[in-house]
Antibody
Framework: EVQLAESGGGLVQPGGSLRLSCVASGFTLSDHYMDWVRQAPGKGLEWVGRSRKKVNSYGTEYAASVKGRFTISRDDSKNSFYLQMNSLETEDTAVYYC????????????WGQGTKVTVSS | DIQLTQSPSFLSASVGDRVTITCRASQGISSFLAWYQHKPGKAPKLLIYSASTLQSGVPSRFSGSGSGTEFTLTISSLQPEDFATYYCQQRNSYPLTFGGGTKVEIK
């Protein structure tokens, strides 16, 4: 079965760091673009960033709200995808989802269950 | 950045109703638009990609249309399991952006 499973969420103080992990099963991570998407409490979905697939040199893109603070990486040998979050702000409080793009330019057809990040003092 | 404006933001409807949600892009995005359904506590679900292609396994009562700057999601006959929030997302250029969402509730 094709699945994604996030982990690593929790409570962190403003200015702190957290690393989210996403483990893929049932498919080959290196064949797909992968995204992080978040939903703050009471808000809509917000795209956070992307890692392109191996053939596209694993290039990354970020939303302006996280650029310079968040870093996306992957380890295809472990079928794992990561979001390193530094200099966290209260506005980063959200449920974070990792997602798989079905094919370039189409949609995200597989989503994890989400991991909750709370930034608070 | 490309802004997506969904309307309405809230919709009250009955089982069996035909429902239409609109998504307008601030600039042309060809057909690089996806629609998702999101229920509380669940992962979002891809319904439509490339503006009008039904994702595998999604019921045929869902359909999408449009290109350029105006898009619609239609549910031909609303079912109890369709009460959720719906989002459009453009995949034409970075940053990828979502519409603000349309919450469909039971009348």
């Amino acid at each position: 079965e094709v699945q994604l499973a996030e982990s690593g969420g929790g409570l962190v103080q403003p200015g702190g760091s957290l690393r989210l992990s996403c483990v893929a099963s049932g498919f080959t991570l290196s064949d797909h673009y992968m995204d992080w998407v978040r939903q703050a409490p009471g808000k809509g979905l917000e795209w956070v960033g992307r890692s392109r697939k191996k053939v596209n040199s694993y290039g990354t893109e970020y939303a302006a709200s996280v650029k310079g603070r968040f870093t996306i990486s992957r380890d295809d040998s472990k079928n794992s995808f990561y979001l390193q979050m530094n200099s966290l702000e209260t506005e980063d409080t959200a449920v974070y989802y990792c997602t798989r793009e079905t094919a370039v330019g189409r949609g995200s057809d597989v989503w994890g269950q989400g991991t909750k990040v709370t930034v608070s003092s | 950045d490309i802004q997506l404006t969904q309307s309405p933001s809230f919709l009250s409807a009955s089982v069996g109703d035909r429902v239409t949600i609109t998504c307008r892009a601030s600039q042309g995005i060809s057909s690089f638009l996806a629609w998702y359904q999101h229920k509380p506590g669940k992962a979002p679900k891809l319904l439509i990609y490339s503006a009008s292609t039904l994702q595998s396994g999604v019921p045929s009562r869902f359909s999408g249309s449009g290109s350029g700057t105006e898009f619609t999601l239609t549910i031909s006959s609303l079912q109890p399991e369709d009460f959720a929030t719906y989002y459009c997302q453009q995949r034409n250029s970075y940053p990828l952006t979502f519409g603000g969402g349309t919450k469909v509730e039971i009348k």
